[in-house]
């Protein structure tokens, strides 16, 4: 008796915790969403998961009122649709005409039309248990597809090289409240409910390595920019052959120009003076040389 207490008690823990991490689930989008708001433009987010949990949110909230006894899934569910639905509202007023359009169509098809048609035909064609069991199966096939929504961006991440637009918040919290879930559907033994949410971590789990693969590679790319070494100023060198004996001598040549008495660097021209004597030669000479666009000019003045 103490151990189906017991049982029953972690199961009602685990409903908790899912209903708590389901409900940061339902949260994460904010920052995106109030940067959509504060741009007013929906830039390169897509519209398709908040569509898809919302439906999954519709069909969760219509097996637990069938199923009877399953508080936990009808509370969490129940504020699902009314937090999707905002973010849906806010996507369609910022979006440009064509995602707009777009979302209006899947929201129409989809979230009214499908849910309408999956309503009727289980209410009407179904009853008892296999009414049950087959909402169930229904549920499980549209709650891989919530986890499996964000995966749409994927590609664009791969190509871009680009997590900007990656909600990593809503993989991590998607990862974690499949584990609850998991754990309430297993003490439950409602293999409808366990099931989906295993797919559910396996997929939240390459998303997040995905993000944290494609961050770092962005993060050593960027360094690699900002440690670029300065290109370092090249030295020219001057080799003149003075009068007499042959004497090699390099000089750095620095830009200058000459203003009356004053000497300002950065010229437009390269000058350099050097003197030099022969020591057999009764007269002194000037050597003068002008370097202009890579031509040695000699200029000769005797004293």
């Known amino acids: 008796m103490a151990i189906m207490i017991n049982h029953h008690l972690l199961a009602v823990a685990f409903g908790i915790l899912g209903n708590i991490i389901s409900f940061l689930v339902y949260l994460a989008p904010l920052p995106t969403f109030y940067r959509i708001f504060k741009k007013k433009s929906t830039e390169s987010f897509q519209c398709l998961p908040y569509l898809v949990a919302l439906f999954s949110s519709m069909l969760w909230l219509y097996y637990a009122m069938v199923k009877g006894d399953a508080f936990l899934l009808i509370t969490i569910n129940s504020v699902g649709c009314v937090i999707e639905t905002i973010y849906i509202v806010m996507f369609i007023a910022y979006a440009p005409i064509d995602k707009r359009n777009s979302a209006l169509k899947i929201l129409i098809s989809m979230n009214i039309g499908v849910f309408s048609l999956i309503l009727l035909v289980t209410h009407f ?56 879930w998991f754990g309430y559907g297993l003490l439950l033994k409602d293999i409808c409910i366990a099931l989906p949410n295993i797919i559910g971590f396996v997929l939240g789990l390459v998303q997040m390595m995905l993000y944290v693969f494609y961050k770092s ?59 030099a004597q022969d020591p057999h030669e009764p007269k002194k000479q000037d050597k003068s040389f002008e370097i202009s666009s890579g031509i040695i000019q000699q200029d000769e003045s005797p004293v």
């Not at 961006?153 to 499949?178: D, G, N, Q, W, Y």
């Open 125 to 180: 064609l179904l009853k008892g248990n296999t009414q049950t069991v087959v909402l169930g199966w229904i549920c499980v096939s549209f709650s891989v597809s919530v986890f499996a929504a964000p995966l749409t961006i994927v590609a664009h991440v791969i190509r871009t090289k680009s997590v900007e637009f990656m909600p990593f918040t809503l993989s991590l919290f998607l990862t974690m409240s499949a584990v609850m």
């Open 217 to 275: 590679a962005g993060r050593v790319e960027k360094v690699a920019e900002e440690t670029d070494l300065p290109e370092l100023p090249v030295k020219n060198i001057v080799i003149f052959k003075a009068i007499g004996d042959d004497v090699l001598i390099p000089v750095d040549i620095h830009r200058f120009v000459k203003s009356n008495d004053e000497t300002k660097e950065d010229a437009a021209v390269d000058v350099v003076e050097i003197q």
